[in-house]
């Protein structure tokens, strides 16, 4: 069983920053794919930014230039920076991973974030 446990949100004014973390515990050996995905009210949950345990990234084209997600895998953590926040990235966010050779997905319980303008 894995648990993702996220840390991080929160409210921060327009043009602000704020650093999201998410550690995979439980019986595991490594992470593969791992990203952060992000739910507006009214809304349906998208795809924010992923990477690979290579470090191979994809972001969501709103949050290019302005969000980076990495990643250490000996702790199995995965970050994602966010610099330049707007109204429209208020959001609960939550963390994605996918582990074992049958590439099981998991959550986290989701983080709020607050962009004030």
């Known amino acids: 069983q894995v648990q993702l446990v996220e840390s991080g949100g929160g409210l921060v004014q327009a043009g602000g920053s704020l650093r999201l973390s998410c550690a995979a515990a439980g019986s595991i050996f490594s992470m593969n794919a791992m990203g952060w995905y992000r739910q507006a009210p009214g809304k349906q949950r998208e795809l924010v930014a992923q990477i690979t345990r290579f470090g191979t990234t994809n972001y969501e084209a709103s949050v290019k230039g302005r969000f980076t997600i990495s990643r250490d895998n000996a702790r199995n953590t995965v970050y994602l920076q966010m610099n330049s926040l707007n109204a429209e990235d208020t959001a609960v966010y939550y963390c994605?991973?996918?582990?074992?050779?049958?590439?099981?997905?998991?959550w986290g319980q989701g983080t709020q974030v607050t962009v004030s303008s």
């Open positions: 994605n991973g996918y582990h074992g050779p049958d590439n099981q997905g998991y």
